[in-house]
């Protein structure tokens, strides 16, 4: 959803700030780092739909995840695409669609 893409380049962006803080990557990697974040989106690797596709499930989505309703477009559109959620959050836990975290999803590709 554009508010989830809005929150990853936030969050990327913050951490990448502290790994070059940290002087574990130069300021031209992180450079780098940033324009490969952009064509993620530019190539369709990753693509930001809109809330068109999802809110007409945004009352069930809402029930499914109480504890952060600012959660539910994620919700709501697993729903719709019958798809996996990939997080480390907790609070999706029991919202009735499958969830990933990375190491599980690398497991499991490993094992393709």
Same mark, same amino acid.
């Given at each position: 959803?554009?508010?989830?893409? =809005? =929150?990853?380049?936030? =969050?990327?962006?913050?951490?990448?700030?502290?790994?070059?803080?940290?002087?574990?990557?130069?300021?031209?990697?992180?450079?780098?780092?940033?324009?490969?974040?952009?064509?993620?989106?530019?190539?369709?690797?990753?693509?930001?739909?809109?809330?068109?596709?999802?809110?007409?499930? =945004?009352?069930?989505?809402?029930?499914?995840?109480?504890?952060?309703?600012?959660? $539910?477009?994620?919700?709501?559109?697993?729903?719709?695409?019958?798809?996996?959620?990939?997080?480390?959050?907790?609070?999706?836990?029991?919202?009735?669609?499958?969830? $990933?975290?990375?190491?599980?999803?690398?497991?499991?590709?490993?094992?393709?």
């Amino acid at each position: 959803s554009p508010a989830r893409w =809005e =929150e990853t380049e936030h =969050e990327v962006s913050r951490r990448i700030a502290i790994i070059v803080r940290q002087e574990r990557i130069t300021p031209e990697q992180a450079s780098k780092l940033f324009t490969d974040l952009s064509a993620l989106r530019s190539t369709h690797s990753i693509e930001v739909v809109s809330r068109d596709l999802y809110e007409h499930v =945004e009352v069930a989505a809402r029930r499914r995840i109480p504890r952060d309703p600012k959660d $539910w477009p994620t919700v709501a559109l697993a729903m719709v695409l019958d798809a996996g959620i990939l997080t480390g959050d907790n609070d999706f836990l029991g919202c009735g669609c499958p969830t $990933w975290t990375v190491d599980t999803l690398l497991q499991e590709l490993a094992g393709l």
